[in-house]
């Protein structure tokens, strides 16, 4: 069970402290700085987990294809509880502290900056290109202000905000699409994402819901959601948890087709795996190594149906796993 409520105010200018440095830009327009909260609940077998999250950020635009956005701060929150015994004594078994780190309560600072191109226009029979690339740093001078205030340690080195340790880490992600317009009824996509976050000092990994996550409905889709890699981490090793990255490499390609007015069809192919930084002993190949990666380059195909009411899509999709 999962739901997620949230809420934003924009404001249609630049207000403090963008409205300081960027107000007399004439290149600048269509400018925003949105506030938003949110609350995210997941209830699972084995666990419960709370994530609260606010932010503060601006947007705006350079000139028709070219957007960008400045997340100026973004807090979450994320407590983890309700553990069935059988999960917490399965976490202790595998006497993996990084990966039993990903299920404690934690903070998240967060600074992030984004650009993205689209040459999108109103006619939707034309190609286009869309690219996006989203820098992110988190817990950095967090870190920096304890080192120099001489702030106290836990046990494993880790500096802790209201008793809660934070994450550290940098991350940054491209996603590259292209659309060809074949005719009226029929188009081509391609796309591929690349991300990579290195996990640093202060939490030693990437808080779950900044790391990456394999298979789903929105990534390899004959994988059910954290079920591919890391790497080729052997099945039974992988315990039924969920498992996460630090790198991520994607590829999808998908035929579009018409079947009947709103009514439309859809082959694809898609390939991929998530990989961790740097080597973990208690999982054995699911570190990235170039000479490697590309045999653990995962492959599925599939068709799938959509009901497009331009302004909402109710879409299935079913896969099949290759390799």
Not at 7 to 15: A, D, G, K
Not at 145 to 173: A, C
């Amino acid at each position: 069970l999962e739901f997620s409520p949230s809420i934003s105010y924009t404001v249609p200018r630049f207000v403090f402290p963008m409205s300081l440095f960027l107000k007399d830009l004439n290149r600048i327009y269509a400018r925003e700085t949105k506030t938003s909260v949110s609350y995210n609940f997941q209830e699972r077998p084995d666990f419960s987990r709370s994530i609260f999250t606010t932010s503060y950020g601006y947007k705006w635009n350079t000139s028709r294809t070219s957007l960008w956005e400045f997340n100026l701060f973004e807090v979450n929150a994320v407590d983890v509880y309700n553990e069935a015994p059988s999960f917490r004594d399965k976490l202790d078994a595998l006497n993996d502290r990084l990966l039993q780190r990903s299920f404690e309560p934690h903070l998240t600072t967060v600074t992030n900056m984004a650009y993205t191109f689209s040459n999108q226009s109103a006619n939707k029979n034309r190609s286009f290109t869309y690219f996006r690339v989203r820098g992110e740093s988190s817990g950095n001078l967090l870190r920096l202000t304890n080192n120099i205030l001489g702030s106290q340690k836990d046990s494993l080195g880790t500096y802790k905000i209201f008793n809660i340790p934070y994450s550290q880490y940098v991350k940054l992600e491209f996603d590259v699409r292209r659309y060809w317009q074949i005719n009226k009824h029929n188009q081509l996509v391609g796309r591929m994402m690349a991300g990579a976050g290195v996990p640093l000092k202060n939490l030693g990994i990437l808080p779950f819901e900044s790391s990456f996550i394999g298979g789903g409905a929105n990534d390899i889709r004959a994988w059910r959601p954290r079920t591919l890699g890391p790497g080729s981490l052997p099945e039974d090793e992988q315990e039924d948890l969920d498992q996460f990255g630090d790198i991520k490499l994607e590829w999808n390609l998908e035929y579009r087709f018409d079947i009947y007015k709103w009514f439309k069809g859809a082959f694809f192919a898609d390939a991929g795996n998530i990989w961790l930084m740097q080597k973990d002993e208690n999982r054995t190949n699911a570190h990235f190594e170039f000479n490697r990666f590309y045999q653990e380059i995962a492959l599925g195909s599939g068709l799938g149906l959509r009901l497009d009411f331009n302004f909402f899509v109710i879409r299935v999709d079913a896969a099949i796993p290759f390799y």
